[in-house]
C-alpha cells in the first residue's frame, strides 16, 4: 500500500504491517515493513518502533520490524536519527542501525563496510565484548561513523583502544584532547564528529534540542 501527500512525502507499507496513525505525521510501526520518501522540511516525520524512534531529517529510508520488536533501518538519502532514552544514532546514506526492543539503537554501520566488520559488529551487539578487537582491527577510514558511535558506548576501559584507532583512521583537530575523550567530555566528543566531515554538530544538536526524548 502506497500513501502520498503532495507537501510532505510518500510512505510504502509492505504486506502484513501492523501500524497504525497517532497524528498526520507520527506512525507507530509495530511489525512489518516501511519504507518512506519524504521532502517535507526535517523533523516533521517520526516514526515509533517498539525499540526505537526513527525521526526524518530529509530523507528516504526503510525500517523494518519483526515480531519480537527488533528492527532494522537503513538509509539511502539523507538522514535519520534513531533515538531511544539515552541511546541515540546518527545514520546517513548508505548505512543502516539494528535496533532491539530492549536495548534501543545499536551501533550504525556502512553497508558496504567488510564482512568481518559488520560480523564482530553483531557479535559484540550480542554482548561479546571480545569481538571489539576484530571491529577495530577492520574499520575503514569511512568507518569512523562506526568508531565515533562506540566512543560513548564501550567500557571506559575499552575506550582508549576506540579511541586510538579513530585517530588513526580521522584526520583530527589538534585541539582534540585523549583524556578528554576518554572521560566523555561532550565538546571533545563532538569535535570528533565534526572530523568525520558529514554534518556538523550544531546540526544535529538542533534536532535533539527538539526531539530528545
Known amino acids: 500500500i502506497t500513501f502520498r501527500a503532495e507537501d510532505f512525502g510518500t510512505m510504502l507499507i509492505g504486506p502484513n504491517s ?23 522540511p526535517p523533523r516533521q516525520f517520526v516514526v515509533d518502533t517498539p525499540s526505537a524512534r526513527a525521526v526524518d531529517l530529509g530523507c528516504q529510508y ?45 551501533i550504525p554501520f556502512y553497508e558496504d563496510a567488510s564482512e568481518p566488520l559488520r560480523r564482530s559488529l553483531a557479535a559484540f551487539e550480542q554482548g561479546d565484548a571480545g569481538a571489539l578487537g576484530g571491529i577495530l582491527a577492520a574499520a575503514r577510514p569511512s568507518d ?33 584532547r585523549r583524556d578528554a575523550v576518554l572521560r566523555r567530555d561532550p565538546h571533545a566528543i563532538d569535535l570528533c564528529w565534526d572530523a568525520l566531515n558529514l554534518e556538523n554538530t550544531d546540526w544535529w544538536r538542533g534536532w535533539e534540542a527538539r526531539w530528545g526524548g
Open 18 to 40: 501492523e501500524l497504525r496513525a497517532t497524528t498526520d505525521r507520527r506512525i507507530e510501526l509495530d511489525r512489518g515493513l516501511l519504507h518512506a520518501y519524504i521532502w517535507a
Open 62 to 106: 526503510t525500517i523494518t520490524v519483526d515480531a519480537s520488536g527488533d528492527g532494522l533501518l537503513r538509509v539511502s538519502l539523507g538522514w535519520v536519527a534513531f533515538q531511544n532514552g539515552g541511546e541515540e544514532a546518527f545514520i546517513p546514506e548508505g548505512a543502516a542501525c539494528v535496533t532491539r526492543k530492549r536495548r534501543g539503537p545499536g
Open 144 to 176: 569512523g561513523l562506526t568508531l565515533w558511535h562506540l566512543l560513548t558506548r564501550v567500557s571506559e576501559g575499552d575506550r582508549g583502544r576506540v579511541f586510538d584507532r579513530f585517530a588513526e583512521l580521522v584526520k583530527l583537530p589538534k585541539d582534540v
